[in-house]
């Protein structure tokens, strides 16, 4: 054994330091074999020193580091009313209230139109106070547009957006004189084509002016479906068709009202009347407070 065998074995048997993996940015090319630099796609288990994984993030700790995704409502999984239940709670509305009336104050079908027409994000007693001295003068479309728009905007300046319903106002009593004779035309097309008329506003004309069984469905009527889960839907149109649906044909006359009429005085957006509410036992809303 000569000095060369000595060499082997003490280089064998020397402490071996880890060699630092040198850092090379991304434009330089790989490290060829051989070299000790750790391959850029090397396996973990060749790392001398393998990345600790991150800690687990508890479900609590999770949110309060991010904001919950929104929680759909449970009235989405609440059991539908029976048509027996349904049945009911129009039985106790047409009890409590046999002849309900719309709270817009009108002289004949032109004149319930307008007013619909401005009650458009406006209550019904500011409008009433605008249309009471308004209608003494102009009750038809001709009075309207003899009126003019620079007046009739002076009698309709404390609605919001008055220019606006000021302007379709005398556009749609025109329409009615060179189009219809100077009449409310009775079909949903044809209310709907009139300047500043939408779906609400023919079916308001139709079920109160012409006895048809429409339902106008406004943001009262909006709630009132969705939070008692009697017709849930996203838009106005999906709780019309859904409450035209299941309200019995003997209700539909006045069902439109007594729903207003339940939004707007007992099942209020903020606090809602529950200990008033006359279906409170029937109705759906997790979050009743009676």
């Known amino acids: 054994m000569g000095p060369q065998y000595t060499r082997i074995m003490a280089k064998i048997t020397r402490p071996q330091r880890a060699k630092p993996v040198p850092v090379r940015s991304p434009s330089k090319k790989p490290a060829k074999a051989g070299s000790g630099a750790a391959p850029k796609s090397a396996p973990k288990s060749a790392s001398k020193t393998p990345l600790k994984k991150a800690p687990k993030t508890s479900p609590a700790a999770k949110s309060k580091a991010a904001p919950a995704k929104p929680v759909k409502k449970a009235l989405k999984a609440a059991k539908p009313w029976t048509p027996a239940e349904i049945r009911e709670a129009f039985s106790r509305f047409a ?8 709270e817009l104050e009108h002289l004949n079908p032109y004149t319930l139109l307008v007013a619909v027409v401005l009650s458009a994000q406006a209550t019904d007693a500011g409008v ?10 102009a009750d038809t479309p001709q009075k309207m547009i003899a009126l003019g728009e620079e007046t009739l905007r002076e009698y309709i300046k404390t609605i919001g957006l008055y220019r606006t319903k000021a302007k379709n106002v005398i ?6 004189i060179t189009e219809f004779g100077g009449e409310v035309p009775r079909t949903r097309g044809e209310l709907e084509s009139l300047p500043g008329a939408g779906r609400k506003t023919a079916n308001v004309v139709l079920n109160m002016a012409f006895g048809e069984h429409t339902m106008a469905v406004d943001t009262h009527v909006f709630r009132v ?8 839907g996203k838009t106005p149109l999906e709780v019309e068709l859904g409450l035209e649906k299941v309200i ?6 006045h069902a439109h009202h007594w729903l207003i009429l339940h939004g707007r005085y007992t099942c209020l957006a903020r606090k809602p009347r529950c200990e008033l509410c ?13």
């Open 95 to 102: 009890a409590s209230n046999p002849e309900p009336r719309g």
């Open 171 to 176: 556009a749609l009593s025109q329409k009615l």
């Open 248 to 253: 019995p044909a003997e209700f539909m006359l």
């Open 278 to 290: 006359l279906i409170k036992d029937l109705c759906r809303w997790p979050e009743k407070t009676a």
């Open 225 to 232: 479906g969705n939070r008692t889960g009697l017709a849930p």
């Open 128 to 137: 009433n106070k605008a249309t009471r001295p308004l209608f003494k003068v």
